[in-house]
Nanobody
Framework: VQLVESGGGPVQAGGSLRLSCAVS????????MGWFRQAPGKEREFVAG????????DYADSVKGRFTISRDNAKNMVFLQMNSLKFEDTAVYYC???????????????WGQGTQVTVSS
């Protein structure tokens, strides 16, 4: 399973970005999907997750109300819409697939290479 993220880059505080993740596997629609992030000097942390059907979602408290995860099973894509970005959202964002267990917070089997998001204050 290959996961390829795109959409990262520099943005000013208060701005928005939309991350995309393309998944190579034909069984994509069976996978729970999610996003993690890792800021410099910090541990990797859960950001958002979405169930295979799209009917269940979960978010880290730090992004609730600002970030929205969605998926398009017909296109094998998952998205993370990030609004009202803050300096502390600066991190490498990783697309993940395939929960080990039932919890959307993870752990996950498959990881992308990551895309950098840099928020300037």
């Amino acid at each position: 399973v290959q996961l390829v993220e795109s959409g990262g880059g520099p943005v000013q505080a208060g701005g928005s970005l939309r991350l995309s993740c393309a998944v190579s596997d034909r069984t994509f629609s069976r996978f729970d999907m999610g996003w993690f992030r890792q800021a410099p000097g910090k541990e990797r942390e859960f950001v958002a997750g979405i169930s295979w059907s799209g009917g269940r979602m979960d978010y880290a408290d730090s992004v609730k109300g600002r970030f929205t995860i969605s998926r398009d099973n017909a296109k094998n894509m998952v998205f993370l819409q990030m609004n009202s970005l803050k300096f502390e959202d600066t991190a490498v964002y990783y697309c993940v697939a395939g929960t080990i267990g039932n919890a959307l917070v993870g752990p996950y089997r498959y990881w992308g290479q990551g895309t950098q998001v840099t928020v300037s204050s």
